[in-house]
């Protein structure tokens, strides 16, 4: 007959040898919410918002940071905007729901992440990345091989990159060129960066894996901001050896990164997206004067491109975060979501006080805010909640990092 204590020791047992029966109901929709905004069907705001209220009952107490204050006057400002420029018309109010979600998403995902271990979970993130980065890689293949291979050293162009994406062969991830790079990107570096910090390893093999996917991708901008982020962290990590070797690399690679990856010869041409950046900055610039310190409204942007752009593709930002959140939201807005970002960086330091670290890890996603996002994306947040949970895992000591495959 058992007693309790040997019943005790058999479920512990039980649990040790299969670790993904031990995962909370939260740990399993944190996940989850990872997975879902690379599903074609966008399911991923229900998923936020149950997940948000797993998040509520798994932590001890709700914290309310200077930067969730920060993020609560951008949202308020943001929604009182809609409702004054764009009450009740369809996108508007389906980018304010996405909004809201996400910085909801986001505060109850980071109380929930600061209030316990989370060895366990970021193991089965790591797992979880792997996946994702593998069903991007055959989605991207499949375009290739539809595409008879041709464009699988690279493109001349945007818009021969672009035509990769075919609608009908869409299943995973976006069909937007630079989104689903830049979703690549982020994802990918934080794969690479979880055995840095808790293995004290560099693996070689994972910023290949990730490089290839991005490079198949065709999307300049956030292969650059990977590219950046790799870089330094193998900077810092590696000998002196390994500099020389990586300087090496570097020139005999450069005529092949300049042609087929940044695509110089068409940097500034019109059809080009960097070309096209740079108009719709010089526009924001230009006509600096024309903007209300209240902004323009939520979801002006198009509008205020369409009028003072030299042409205008359709876009629904400018193209950088912060010229974006100043053209629409004002002062206000641009302050608000500013004072956010600094007093979020503060805090996860003060939680890690490791500026290296930190500074690797948001090298990407501020350089693709500069050229990307409108600033609320899932993107965005979910990569916040990733080096969130990395970056507080452990501290790193750089000289001691080994490299590995």
Request: charged residues 15%.
């Amino acid at each position: 007959m058992s007693t309790p204590q040997t019943t005790l020791a058999g479920q512990a047992a039980v649990l040790e040898g299969n670790d993904w029966k031990a995962v909370s109901i939260a740990e399993y929709l944190f996940l989850i919410s990872l997975v879902c905004i690379f599903l074609p069907v966008k399911i991923y705001p229900p998923v936020f918002l149950i997940s948000c209220y797993f998040f509520y009952r798994e932590t001890p107490k709700l914290n309310f940071p200077n930067w969730s204050i920060a993020l609560a006057v951008f949202s308020s400002y943001a929604i009182l905007s809609y409702l004054i420029h764009y009450p009740g018309e369809p996108l508007a109010l389906t980018n304010i729901i996405k909004l809201v979600t996400n910085f909801l998403y986001l505060f109850f995902a980071i109380n929930w992440l600061g209030s316990r271990d989370n060895e366990s979970l970021i193991a089965k993130l790591d797992l979880t990345l792997l996946g994702v980065l593998t069903l991007s890689l055959v989605q991207l293949l499949i375009y290739h091989q539809a595409y008879d291979f041709k464009l699988i050293t690279g493109s001349d162009s945007s818009g021969q990159a672009s035509s990769l994406y075919r609608e009908s062969l869409y299943y995973w991830g976006l069909d937007d060129k630079n989104m689903f790079g830049a979703r690549i990107a982020l994802v990918g570096f934080s794969y690479i960066c979880i055995p840095i910090v808790s293995k004290s390893q560099l693996s070689l093999g994972r910023i290949a894996f990730v490089f290839v996917i991005a490079f198949l991708s065709l999307s300049r901008t956030p292969i650059v901001a990977l590219i950046l982020g790799i870089f330094v962290l193998v900077w810092i990590s590696v000998d002196r050896k390994w500099k020389i070797g990586m300087l090496v690399l570097i020139a005999v690679a450069l005529p092949f990164v300049l042609q087929k990856i940044i695509r110089v010869d068409s940097l500034t041409s019109s059809n080009d997206g960097m070309g096209i950046r740079l108009v719709y900055w010089t526009a924001f610039f230009d006509h600096f004067d024309t903007i209300s310190p209240l902004g323009n409204g939520f979801l002006s942007a198009p509008g205020f491109l369409e009028k003072y752009a030299k042409f205008y593709r359709g876009e629904p930002h400018i193209h950088n975060t912060f010229l974006s959140t100043y053209l629409e939201m004002g002062v206000v807005g641009f302050t608000s979501f500013l004072t956010f970002l600094v007093w979020f960086i503060r805090d996860c330091f003060r939680k890690t006080p490791h500026v290296t670290l930190w500074a690797i890890l948001l090298l990407p996603i501020i350089a693709i805010m500069m050229i990307l996002y409108s600033g609320y994306d899932n993107d965005v947040v979910i990569y916040f909640c990733l080096i969130y949970l990395i970056g507080t895992q452990s501290t790193v000591n750089f000289k001691n990092i080994s490299p590995s495959l």
